[in-house]
């Protein structure tokens, strides 16, 4: 047995786990919510594709944060030290990270 969703076929087992309108809709919203919390810029809502698009902007960033952060954390690791990392010295690695 199938259903037609958005002009395509889905088997039955798809078209089980396929959410529903009002599901996306409700998950667009959360999403919205989290990447701007006070709302659409100009006081309307965005569409979907828009909120979409924010969202891999945000997670492209995170990624690019991510790996500059990686990449530091790499380096401070490799200098030379006469110190043994405990928790103190740990804590200001941390500090000089986010730097």
Do not use: F, W
Request: hydrophobic share 40%.
């Amino acid at each position: 047995m199938s259903t037609r969703r958005s002009g395509r076929l889905l088997s039955a087992p798809a078209a089980a786990a396929a959410p529903t309108d009002e599901q996306i809709a409700d998950l667009i919203s959360k999403l919205q919510a989290v990447l701007r919390p006070s709302g659409h810029a100009n006081g309307k809502q965005a569409s979907r594709a828009e909120v979409l698009q924010e969202a891999c902007r945000y997670i492209r960033r995170l990624h690019r944060e991510s790996d500059a952060l990686s990449q530091r954390l790499a380096e401070l690791l490799l200098q030379p030290s006469d110190r043994t990392i405990d928790g103190a010295d740990t804590a200001e690695l941390i500090r000089s990270l986010l730097m």
